[in-house]
């Protein structure tokens, strides 16, 4: 077996016999990869707070031929002021299950790591809604892994010009004389437009830089969530939990 060291997030953790866990950790260099703790779940082993949720940091693990196991942790954040806030925290969980949701093994997993680490700080700004974190993460969590919408074109003719509205069918923006013949596309306030297109188009650092009025975050709700809809052959329940909270 060889040891290697990755830096990554724990995702889930599950109990293992009596006293291991079984982690899985969106991993930079990696992608996303399950491990063995021996004794995480036992009183005063070194691996029980190491392999708890929201954990990021390094992990030092060996690599044997069908699975791997994890020796040591170097924690840099716990975030554990998700952990206090159960709103907070459900947020964490259902963007954590969107990651593992795309995460595969052995992909170059930097990007969605380096995303989903800035979307929970971003759960922490108090001047940043919830509500805004979560349209802004699931659109450039499906960006990322490129099934994002086309913002920057009409669908059918290829207009690079607005005014827009956006067609969840076809995936994109049309704009406003197609727009008047496609079932279903939705008017797009200027601002909206907008914010989507920065979205799509920002680097991660750049994406937790601004909030929006209320009738551009109704226009955004509506649309990344027919959006994820049509397009992540997925139900979480960790969603399921987090609509309950916050409705």
């Not at 990007?111 to 989903?116: D, T």
């Not at 700080?121 to 960006?143: D, F, G």
């Amino acid at each position: 077996m060889n040891q290697i060291t990755v830096t990554g997030m724990v995702l889930t953790a599950a109990p293992m016999g009596e006293y291991d866990k079984r982690i899985v950790i969106l991993t930079r260099e990696r992608g996303k990869i399950s491990a063995f703790a021996r004794g995480a779940r036992r009183a005063g082993n070194a691996l029980m707070g190491v392999t708890e949720p929201f954990a990021f940091g390094t992990f030092a693990i060996y690599e044997g031929r069908t699975s791997y196991t994890l020796m040591s942790a170097s924690i840099s954040n716990y975030f554990s002021e998700l952990r206090q806030d159960m709103e907070g925290a459900y947020y964490g969980f259902y963007f954590m299950d969107l990651a593992g949701y795309y995460a595969r093994e052995g992909n170059d997993e930097t990007q969605l790591l380096g995303l989903l680490y800035q979307t929970l700080r971003a759960l922490l700004n108090p001047h940043i809604p919830n509500r805004l974190v979560r349209c802004i993460y699931e659109l450039k969590t499906v960006t990322v892994n490129g099934e994002g919408p086309q913002v920057f074109s009409c669908m059918a003719c290829g207009r690079q010009e607005g005014p827009w509205r956006f067609s969840v069918r076809r995936g994109g923006f049309l704009c406003e004389n197609c727009g008047r013949l496609e079932n279903g596309a939705r008017t797009l306030l200027p601002s909206t437009a907008y914010t989507l297109q920065y979205i799509v188009s920002s680097p991660v650092e750049k994406l937790y830089t601004f909030v929006v009025k209320e009738e551009v975050q109704g226009e955004l709700e509506k649309i990344v969530a027919d959006y994820l809809e049509k397009y992540v052959d997925r139900h979480f329940k960790s969603l399921e939990i987090l609509k309950m909270i916050v409705e």
